[in-house]
């Protein structure tokens, strides 16, 4: 019973560019608390890709990206790459529940 | 470089009892405030408690409250699940995880250790 939605699953072709979307509620996104993006590539631990809505942490390659607006947010994949086909996962702060995840997104590249 | 090794899943009854372990480096254990993440097999990721840097403050998610204690030994490095009264639904990788205070973000993961709880 995740509070932050998102969509299953998301495809495209290598190059292409993909966003998953992340949508919560005023008592989390929307009431100012920052966005955070995780990848788990198949095996293994999730790891920080995106954190403060729209920085990248060392080591993070520029074609992923974030951003956020009124009580959603989104994460952009830009010039696919095969490497890049994992699960996907939002996160933030809840006024009601504490630390909250999405739902999750699998990523698949065609 | 921040490693963190989580040890100490296994195969449990339900009701029963397994203590989490997780040793830190890398980093100045002490500084930080720690949780832990799980994840059922299939599913997706779950916040399950914090703890301060001294220990005085934890935090639980609803479902093991009363049930689990997060604790830590800051000379050792070490972070600790105490979980109690186990049930199916219980069954996850454990992640232990450093947590960002400024941030509310989990910025180190460690490989997870995995714990069933069955019959």
């Known amino acids: 019973q995740s509070v932050l939605t998102q969509p299953p699953s998301v495809s495209g072709a290598p190059g292409q560019r993909v966003t998953i979307s992340c949508t919560g509620s005023?008592?989390?996104?929307?009431?100012?608390?920052?966005v955070h993006w995780y990848q788990q590539l198949p095996g293994t631990a999730p790891k920080l890709l995106i954190y403060?809505?729209?920085n990248r942490p060392s080591g993070v390659p520029g074609r992923f990206s974030g951003s956020k607006s009124g009580t959603s947010a989104s994460l952009a994949i830009t010039g696919l790459q095969a490497e890049d086909e994992a699960d996907y996962y939002c996160?933030?702060?809840?006024?009601?529940?504490?630390?909250?995840f999405g739902t999750g997104t699998k990523v698949t590249v065609l | 470089e921040v490693q963190l090794v989580e040890s100490g899943g296994g195969l449990v009854q339900p009701g029963g009892s397994l203590r989490l372990s997780c040793v830190a480096s890398?980093?100045?254990?002490?500084?930080?405030?720690m949780s832990w993440v799980r994840q059922a097999p299939g599913k997706g990721l779950e916040w399950v408690a914090n703890?301060?840097?001294?220990?005085?403050?934890?935090y639980y998610v609803d479902s093991v409250k009363g049930r689990f204690t997060i604790s830590r030994d800051n000379a050792k490095n070490s972070l600790y699940l105490q979980m109690n009264s186990l049930r199916a639904e219980d069954t996850a990788v454990y992640y232990c995880?450093?947590?960002?205070?400024?941030?509310?973000?989990?910025?180190?993961w460690g490989q997870g250790t995995l714990v069933t709880v069955s019959s």
């Open positions: 403060g809505n729209n």
């Open positions: 005023s008592f989390n996104i929307g009431a100012g608390y920052d």
């Open positions: 995880t450093k947590w960002l205070s400024s941030w509310y973000n989990f910025d180190y």
């Open positions: 703890i301060k840097q001294d220990g005085s403050e934890k």
């Open positions: 996160q933030s702060y809840d006024s009601l529940s504490g630390c909250v």
């Open positions: 890398g980093f100045t254990f002490s500084n930080y405030w």
